[in-house]
């Protein structure tokens, strides 16, 4: 039977230690790309790494990959009318609520759990 060598294979391009500061510096600036971190790895050490190998190395170090939702930046303002207007509905009814005409597309269900898929 052949089995395989103790070290057969490709070499990493980065070693453990460069991992650890791609990891690190992906967590201080979440906003970053995979691609702008290769660049930054690139600047930092003159090593040079694809996105794919910067993104292995993030899910490696428990980081995925997701789409940041879109939406306007709340105010203080708009945090203080929210409040104000939660507390004045805050002990409506079910027969209120009827009367409320919801135009986003958000669901709201009173009593119910609703799978929302």
Same mark, same amino acid.
């Given at each position: ?10 070499v990493?391009s980065? %070693?453990? #230690? !460069? ?5 690190l $510096?992906?967590?201080r600036n979440?906003? %970053?790309? &995979?691609?702008?971190? &290769?660049?930054q790895?690139? &600047? #930092?050490s003159?090593?040079?790494? $694809?996105?794919? %190998?910067? @993104? ?8 995925? #990959?997701?789409r940041p *939702? *879109? =939406? ?8 203080? #009318?929210?409040?104000?207007? =939660?507390?004045?509905h805050?002990?409506?009814? !079910?027969?209120?609520? @009827?009367?409320?005409?919801? $135009?986003?597309e $958000?669901?709201? *269900?009173?009593?119910?759990? *609703?799978? @929302?898929?």
């Open positions: 039977m052949c089995s395989r060598r103790h070290g057969g294979g490709r990493r980065t %070693t453990p #230690a !460069e991992d650890r500061y791609i990891v $510096s992906a967590k979440r906003r %970053t790309t &995979a691609q702008q971190e &290769a660049n790895f690139l &600047a #930092a003159g090593k040079q790494i $694809s996105r794919k %190998t910067v @993104a292995r190395r993030l899910r490696g170090g428990g980081l995925y #990959a997701r *939702v *879109v =939406c306007v930046p709340l105010t203080r303002q708009h945090r203080t #009318a929210r409040l104000q207007w =939660c507390r004045e805050h002990n409506w009814t !079910e027969q209120d609520w @009827a009367c409320v005409l919801f $135009s986003d $958000s669901r709201l *269900v009173c009593h119910r759990i *609703v799978d @929302a898929n």
